[in-house]
């Protein structure tokens, strides 16, 4: 069975860094894009960031634009999320996903993603 599981979640203080990993088994995902997205409580799930199929193209909800950054390394079927200068506002669950579109560009519409992880909790205190 396909599984994604995050990890690298936690308590910090705002201006503190924290780096997300998903770790995809079953399949692998080498030739799909990927992405994070984040849910706070009584918000919608909101795309953060997404990557081709091939790392090669890149893309942010704008709030996020210049702290964060997304990575993979399709040699060890894994996604990243490095979260930089943290902000209070930044405090929700964030899951990662896979989608289903062969060799395609960065994606924003999580009605394209056909996996996704449970999440991982991070909270950012002031």
């Known amino acids: 069975q396909v599984q994604l599981v995050e990890s690298g979640g936690g308590l910090v203080q705002a201006g503190d860094s924290l780096r997300l990993s998903c770790g995809a088994s079953?399949?692998?995902?080498?030739?799909?894009?990927m992405g994070w997205f984040r849910q706070a409580p009584g918000k919608e799930r909101e795309f953060v960031a997404g990557?081709?199929?091939?790392?090669?193209?890149?893309d942010y909800v704008t709030s996020v634009k210049g702290r964060f950054g997304i990575s993979r390394d399709n040699a060890k079927n894994t996604v990243y999320l490095q979260m930089n200068s943290l902000k209070p506002e930044d405090t929700a669950v964030y899951h990662c996903?896979?989608?289903?579109?062969?060799?395609?560009?960065?994606?924003?519409?999580?009605?394209?993603?056909?996996?996704w992880g449970q999440g991982t909790q991070v909270t950012v205190s002031s």
């Open positions: 990557i081709s199929w091939n790392g090669g193209n890149t």
């Open positions: 079953g399949r692998t995902f080498a030739s799909y894009p």
């Open positions: 996903a896979a989608s289903r579109i062969l060799r395609t560009g960065v994606l924003r519409d999580p009605r394209e993603y056909g996996w």
